[in-house]
Structures are given as C-alpha cells and as structure tokens.
C-alpha cells in the first residue's frame, strides 16, 4: 500500500513562503507512469488543485496560481515539495499531496492525510 | 479554462436513499471525469474515474455516467458512511479542475 505523508510548518505569516514536502514509501516514485501533484482544501470551500509534476521534472500549475508556485521532486529521499509564495490569508487551507496514474485520463489515486497551514501574523 | 458546475450543492437524504449529483463541463471533455468522496479530517478518495469506471475496492452501490459536457454520479443505496462530500474532477490539456462539491447530509 503506498503511503504519502505531508510535512511542513502549520504557521505561515503573510507575505512569506509556505513551503510543505511530501514523503512518498519506495516503490513508485521513481516510474514514469506516475505523476505527483499538490491539492488544497480552502476552509468553507472545495478543493482546488495547485500544480504536478512529471517524471523527468515536467511541472504544470493553476493558472490562478502558476506566478507563486514552485514544485520540485528529490529522487534521492523519495520526496517533492510545494513553495508558495508570497502568502495571504487566503491561502489558509488544508494541503495535500498525491499521486497520478499517467493515462489519457489523468486523476489522484493515492492522497495523503494533509497538513492545515494557516497564514496569519 | 474549464469550468466545472456540481449540482445540488447540497442534500439532504436517508439511508436507503438513492442519491443522484450531477457535474457539467463547460466544454467537451470526452469522459475524462472523476468523482471524489471527502469526508472532514480524511484523504479525499477516488471513487470513479474515466465518467464510469468504478476504482478497485470500491463499492458497487457507487455509479457514474456520461460524456462529452454532463455527468451524473449515482449512490443507489446510501449507506450511514456515504455521509461526505462528493467532487467531480476534470482533466483537459495537463490542466485539473475540481468542481464545487456537493454535502449529503442526513435527513
């Protein structure tokens, strides 16, 4: 069963950079028939995806977010991160990561539990 | 960009209720739809995918159907743990959208 586990500060102040990594248990990270991608639930509203990232370091975002994005993978530890930055209020959500199957299609089979951020001084 | 719309945006309903939610793409998407089920404090998790396919280990009271712009998703028993929100999810061009989400709540 894979198991992806979300890490980072839980207080972010404005204007600064969220930045969350993600710990992925061996066995598919490394496959080029996965992607990874970091989602968000915002307090009293739904899920909205934030950006992926490829086999070979192919990144494609939220064009709502795409200027204060970055998602990047180490191979090495088994893990990519989110940056985010600079940060308000409203970006106070709770952040998951997950994994893709490439196919034509593309949806998350696998999430983590996720981790609340709250933005605030 | 896609827009996806969810309705209802709520309901309410009873156990043994069959429960029907739609999603409507604002343009053609073939059957590149999925449905999430989200309960508070948990991982959201893939319920169906491809409009119509039913993810392993899921069960068979859960449905989807459609193509092109609208899509229904289907619980034909509700069971006490279908209580969650449910999302549809899109793909088109390396670009995800989630739709607003729907509540089932207990009548």
């Known amino acids: 069963q894979l198991h992806l586990q979300e890490s980072g500060p839980g207080l972010v102040k404005p204007s600064e950079t969220l930045s969350l990594i993600c710990t992925v248990s061996a066995g598919s990270f490394s496959s080029s028939s996965y992607y990874w991608g970091w989602i968000r639930h915002l307090p009293g509203k739904g899920l909205e995806w934030i950006g992926n990232?490829?086999?070979?370091?192919?990144?494609y975002y939220n064009p709502s977010l795409q200027s204060r994005v970055t998602i990047s993978v180490d191979t090495s530890k088994n893990q990519f991160s989110l940056k985010l930055t600079p940060v308000t209020a409203a970006d106070t959500a709770v952040y998951y990561c997950?994994?893709?199957?490439?196919?034509?299609?593309?949806?998350?089979?696998?999430w983590g539990q996720g981790t609340l951020v709250t933005v605030s001084s | 960009d896609i827009q996806m719309t969810q309705s209802p945006s709520s309901l309410s309903a009873s156990v043994g209720d069959r429960v029907t939610i739609t999603c409507q793409a604002s343009l053609d998407i073939g059957i590149f739809l999925n449905w999430y089920q989200h309960k508070p404090g948990k991982a959201p998790k893939l319920l169906i995918y491809d409009a119509s396919n039913l993810e392993t280990g899921v069960p068979s009271r859960f449905s989807g159907s459609g193509s092109g712009t609208d899509f229904t998703f289907t619980i034909s028993s509700l069971q006490p743990e279908d209580f969650a929100t449910y999302y549809c999810?899109?793909?088109?061009?390396?670009?995800?959208?989630f739709g607003p989400g729907t509540k089932v709540d207990i009548k």
């Open positions: 999810q899109q793909y088109h061009n390396l670009l995800f959208t």
């Open positions: 990232i490829y086999y070979g370091g192919s990144t």
């Open positions: 997950a994994r893709g199957v490439v196919r034509a299609n593309y949806y998350f089979d696998y």
